[in-house]
């Protein structure tokens, strides 16, 4: 290439060079097998994006090959991924501020990575720490992913939906749907603050609805309880023969501000 170069700086352990080619800026780096031109990443991702928070998070050191798109900042991975190989992913990062696409070549969809940070405050904490989160634009669906991109079900292995439109967080298993209580409704902050406040803090605590029966998962504690609508009871899935007792402050417990009490359902039969 007809280019002079010119070494970036006088430490010898920078391997980066700078040069001119008709009306475009060219750069390299010798040490790294980096090319740049007017300051775009030839072939790989820049730093910028690969070291980013959010793709760390989910494809880790996974290297892409990729290709300019037409848009300023833009990449597209030149390689299908996953079992079809269909799905290409595309990377945006503009004024610092990152955004992945995953574009399926096959049904037109086309789906965003949402920040974790998005959920937090929200939701329970294992909904935002276990999963990655996937915009489905034309559903208008958030779905609940593996975190890893190199699962290998990450497509497909979908535990929750959340459906905007409708409002609601659910289940992706059509023999056993259940449904996400809402943190601030006056049945979860009931249930919550007369019995399981006693066992862990509100981001550890879920509960989900499944006809008359509530699933209350103490996730960092890895307990159920279930609560009946129609008996008003809530037993233990590790101690099927006993249910929370209503009275948690008598005899000599009284004052106590931990674990919860249980009695033989025997009691109440």
């Known amino acids: ?3 002079k170069w010119k070494k970036r700086s006088e430490n010898i352990y920078d391997g ?6 008709e009306s475009n800026k060219v750069s390299i780096d010798c040490f790294n097998g980096k090319f740049v031109v007017n300051d775009q990443s030839v072939g790989f991702l820049p730093n910028n994006i690969t070291s980013d ?3 760390q998070r989910v494809f880790g ?3 892409f090959e990729v290709q300019r798109a037409e848009q300023d900042d833009t990449y597209i991975t030149k390689h299908g ?3 079809d190989g269909k799905v290409h992913y595309e990377f945006n990062c503009r004024n610092y501020c990152l955004r992945i696409y995953e574009r399926h070549a096959q049904t037109n969809d086309r789906f965003e990575l949402i920040p974790p940070k998005c959920f937090e ?3 329970a904490e294992i909904f935002v720490s276990n999963y990655s989160h996937w915009w489905n634009d034309k559903t208008k669906i958030v779905e609940f992913r593996p975190v890893h991109f190199q699962h290998e079900n990450f497509l497909h292995d979908i535990h929750y939906i959340l459906a905007i439109k409708k409002g609601f967080i659910r289940t992706n298993n059509a023999e056993n749907r259940q449904y996400l209580i809402n943190r601030s409704s006056s049945l979860f902050k009931t249930l919550f603050t007369k019995y399981f406040i006693r066992l862990d803090s509100e981001p550890y605590v879920y509960m989900l609805a499944e006809n008359d029966i509530i699933n209350i998962h103490l996730s960092r504690l890895g ?3 279930k609560y009946s609508l129609q008996h008003n009871t809530i037993t233990s899935r590790e101690y099927s023969d006993m249910h929370v007792d209503d009275n948690q402050c008598f005899g000599t417990l009284t004052g106590l501000r931990s674990g919860l009490l249980l009695s033989p359902m025997a009691a109440i039969e």
Do not use: A, S
Request: hydrophobic share 40%; with cysteine; aromatic share 24%.
């Open 1 to 3: 290439v007809d280019c």
């Open 16 to 21: 980066w060079y700078d040069g001119q080619y």
């Open 53 to 55: 928070e959010l793709f």
């Open 61 to 63: 050191h996974h290297i």
């Open 81 to 83: 991924y996953h079992h």
């Open 121 to 123: 405050g929200e939701l």
């Open 223 to 225: 307990i159920v309880f």
